[in-house]
């Protein structure tokens, strides 16, 4: 049998502020853009969008350095009041040279930065830096929860941010934020082709679909931070992206 995916951005998504409805911007995109809501969408949005709603963007003039961040500074040639917020975001530095510091992420994952990033901010925006939403699955689950409220629609929320990866060059979109579907499909039991049954197979699934509408958020001036996916389809039980965060005792490159 044939399968199909399919992933559509509405282009008239206006810039958002601090205390936009992240729903409603939503759902008037879909409706100029013509685009009908079906049971069984997924709705990905990046992750940018929900951090200005939410009043996640900090003017450095604001920030006071701690000792530890001035120490960071100076071993990183990094900005000393960025890297305190990156140090109120994190449980720890991971790694930490010249140019670069690595955190772990008070969401779990690990990360460049804490997550906190410059670009599509504001204007002026070497003095703003944005951080991540407080709680991404939280905020996928509202938006899920009043987008199904106003449509009678069963659709699934991922919300995507960019990271790079361990030994491997490129950012690509994973998701920080999910409702509506499992995060982590468990593939165990299933057979292949040959009838030899999968023993150790987990599918990072809104992490699949965060990284292919990446590819139509883009990373510069385009402008389209929601995308419409159909025709994924799954099984097993609803998640979050917090189940996606290999526990510390299994890490084998702390």
Not at 29 to 44: N, S
Not at 140 to 161: L, P, W, Y
Not at 206 to 226: C, K, N, V
């Amino acid at each position: 049998m044939n399968k199909e995916l399919i992933l559509t951005t509405p282009s008239n998504i206006p810039l958002v502020k601090r205390g936009d409805d992240i729903s409603r911007l939503i759902l008037n995109g879909l409706r100029d853009a013509a685009m009908e809501l079906r049971d069984g969408d997924v709705i990905v949005i990046a992750s940018k969008i929900i951090s200005k709603a939410e009043g996640r963007a900090v003017r450095l003039g604001d920030v006071m350095p701690s000792e530890r961040a001035l120490e960071l500074a100076a071993v990183t040639d990094k900005d000393a009041r960025e890297i305190e917020l990156m140090l109120q975001e994190s449980s720890e530095v991971v790694r930490a040279r010249q140019g670069l510091i690595v955190t772990r992420h008070r969401l779990g994952f690990v990360s460049a930065n804490a997550g906190i990033d410059h670009s599509n901010v504001a204007e002026g925006a070497e003095e703003f830096v944005l951080m991540l939403p407080i709680d991404p699955d939280a905020s996928a689950e509202g938006i899920r929860r009043e987008v199904e409220r106003e449509t009678g629609k069963q659709v699934s929320v991922v919300i995507a941010d960019s990271h790079g990866r361990p030994h491997r060059l490129g950012t690509i979109g994973i998701a920080i934020g999910c409702a509506g579907m499992p995060a982590l499909e468990d593939w165990r039991g299933r057979q292949d082709l040959f009838g030899y049954e999968l023993k150790y197979t987990d599918i990072g699934l809104a992490d699949m679909l965060a990284s292919a509408a990446t590819l139509l958020f883009g990373q510069a001036r385009e402008g389209t931070p929601i995308v419409l996916v159909r025709g994924a389809t799954w099984s097993g039980k609803n998640g979050t992206a917090r189940d996606l965060v290999r526990p510390q005792e299994m890490d084998l490159f702390p």
